[in-house]
């Protein structure tokens, strides 16, 4: 039993032993100032503005997620989509021509015109370029909605 009790004994003094008294605990620095101006962190990840990367199979998701929609006749979600998509991959015309359609249907003319000419940009001589310059042709200048 002594043993016991010695052993309990020794193992509390090494432990209150490491522990500093809470007047030799080292004061924090402040930081510099430049780090002050600074935001701190976002604490809620959903809140984060979200980051893009190069990434041609969430784009193509996005695709046909937002093909789904416009499917259905929900032009707001299908235009999302294919923005996301855009975002994803900017060098995805497929993406740029229906976030036209879907802008078009939502009478987004100014969203619209800015689809249509990145999608001539980036495919000149696709199979739809032909019908998308008269589209274009047809859509009125105007300045974007404030």
């Keep these: 039993?002594?043993?016991?009790?010695?052993a309990g004994s020794?193992?509390?003094?090494?432990?209150?032993?490491?522990q500093q008294p809470p007047a030799q605990k080292k004061q924090a620095t402040p930081p510099p100032a430049k780090q002050q101006e600074e935001e701190p962190?976002?604490?809620?990840?959903?809140?984060?503005?979200?980051?893009?990367t190069l990434n041609p199979?969430?784009?193509s998701r996005n695709v046909t997620a937002g093909n789904y929609y416009f499917k259905k006749g929900n032009f707001r979600a299908s235009a999302?989509?294919?923005?996301?998509?855009?975002?994803?991959?900017?060098?995805?015309?497929?993406?740029f021509l229906k976030l036209g359609e879907?802008?078009?249907k939502l009478k987004d003319r100014h969203?619209?015109?800015?689809a249509y000419t990145k999608y001539l940009e980036l495919s000149p001589d696709g199979k739809n370029s032909e019908e998308v310059k008269k589209r274009l042709a047809k859509l009125p200048n105007s300045s974007p909605k404030n």
């Design 1 to 6: 039993m002594r043993r016991i009790f010695l």
């Design 10 to 18: 020794l193992f509390a003094c090494a432990v209150f032993a490491q």
């Design 41 to 52: 962190p976002e604490e809620d990840e959903s809140l984060k503005p979200k980051e893009y």
């Design 57 to 59: 199979l969430e784009s």
């Design 80 to 95: 999302r989509r294919y923005d996301e998509a855009t975002k994803w991959d900017p060098g995805n015309a497929e993406a």
């Design 102 to 104: 879907s802008d078009e």
């Design 111 to 114: 969203g619209a015109r800015e």
